[in-house]
Structures are given as structure tokens and as C-alpha cells.
């Protein structure tokens, strides 16, 4: 796939433990990280119509991260995040509601090789989402839970990658070599609580504060998400982006 587009968005369901993966293009026609998201949800969590849609602790609750088709490409603010899904804040009206944050997290998901990633259930345990490039992994975040966004990202960037700084070392992957750090979406003890508050934090402090969405990752068990890309984004026109850049 091309025009800014990977190709495919990673689904994860904590319950199962099932590793999959959604045609981005069933869902292209919806344009950014938002609007696919929204589709998303309406297809996994509101059209099997098998869940009262009040609770937004319900494991059912279906939370797509996605990133838009500008991503990666070199276009200055394009590598935001959407998040969408039910939201804690509403309360007492649980409602669906969307957030988004910057840093480098689009854009490192498009070069692992997906559009967005999807997340369903609930882990039994704490647990974190472990991306690199197509290799994903449900991993065990037992010694990460309690810990604060700082502290969570550094013990994962070691786990992962070490502690390369931008630039300046070359860290193999599989076949292929990055100078990037894992880029991680967490949360803190305040989203394991579940307060309705809660954000999701990314790198020095990047956050996404509305919609409580860092409550869903407690409610799911789930402290982070880390993802390592070595690939590429392909665009229809590469002169056509650095010449209106």
C-alpha cells in the first residue's frame, strides 16, 4: 500500500491473548487516525451489539491508537496519535470521545509496519505490548506496575533497546539498524487506580489528557506499549511533499 498508508493495523485481544492484524484498507476511506478509529470501534465494539455501552471499564470497550496517513512522511505535524473509544471522564454518562498526543509514536508505528493498533479484553495480569516491527508480544509488566511514566520507560527502553541516544548509535534489529529509542505510550500509578482523569503519557511528557483513556489502560490491565520500527513510509508524490514542506 502506498499514499502514506502501511498497509495494516495491529490487533491485540489481552483476553485471548490473540495477535492479529486488520486490511487498512477497509477502513482508508475514513481518512486519519480519527476517523478510522471511530469506524474501528463501531465495527468491534458497537455492531455486535453485546454490550450496553455504559461502562467504560468493560473489557469490551475497544481502544484503537492509530496514526494518520501524513505520519512518517516528513510533513512538519503530521505524527500525532488518536486514541479513541468509551471515555471514564464522561462520567456519569460514559460517552465516546477521542484524544490525541504528539512525539515520535506515529511515526515509529508506521515504521514497525502498521497504521494503528487496536486493543481489546483485559490481561488477567499487568502486561505491556511489545512491538517490533511485525514481532509483537503480550509481555509480563509485573515489575513496571506501580512504577511512574518516567521510571516505566526507561526499565522498557533497556528491556528493548538499551539506552541509544538519537543519532549517535546504531542498535541492530533483526536485519536492519535504527539510532531511534523505542518510542512508549504508558501510564502511571494514577491510570492503575483507574482515576477518571487518568492520562497517557508518552517520551519527556507528551500526553494525551483527554478522555481518561489512561483509566482504560488500568481498567485492561495494561501499563504500555512499546514500539520499534526499522521500515519505511511510501508517498505517492516524495517531490510533491518536499517541495510544499
Known sequence: MANGYIGKILRVNLTTK????????????????????????????????????????????????????????????????????????????????????????????????????????????????????????IEDAKELWGLDTWETQDRITKMVGGRTRFGEEWQAIGDSHTTARPQIVCIGPIGETKARLAARISGSGVSARIGGYGAVFGAKNLKAISVTGTGGVQVADPMGVVNAR
Open 18 to 137: 490473540e495477535i492479529g492484524a486488520i486490511d487498512t484498507a477497509k477502513y482508508e476511506e475514513f481518512g486519519g487516525g480519527y476517523g478510522m478509529g471511530a469506524a474501528i470501534f463501531w465495527d468491534l465494539a458497537v455492531a455486535p451489539d453485546e454490550w450496553d455501552m455504559k461502562d467504560a471499564y468493560d473489557p469490551r470497550n475497544v481502544l484503537p491508537i492509530m496514526a494518520g496517513p501524513l505520519a512518517g512522511t516528513g510533513v512538519p505535524g503530521g505524527g500525532r496519535t488518536s486514541v479513541c473509544g468509551l471515555s471514564p471522564e464522561t462520567f456519569p454518562t460514559c460517552e465516546f470521545w477521542r484524544s490525541n498526543f504528539g512525539g515520535r509514536f506515529a511515526t515509529t508505528m508506521k515504521l514497525a509496519g502498521w497504521d494503528g493498533v487496536v486493543v481489546e479484553g483485559k490481561a488477567e495480569k499487568p502486561v505491556w505490548i511489545n512491538i517490533v516491527n511485525d514481532q509483537v508480544k
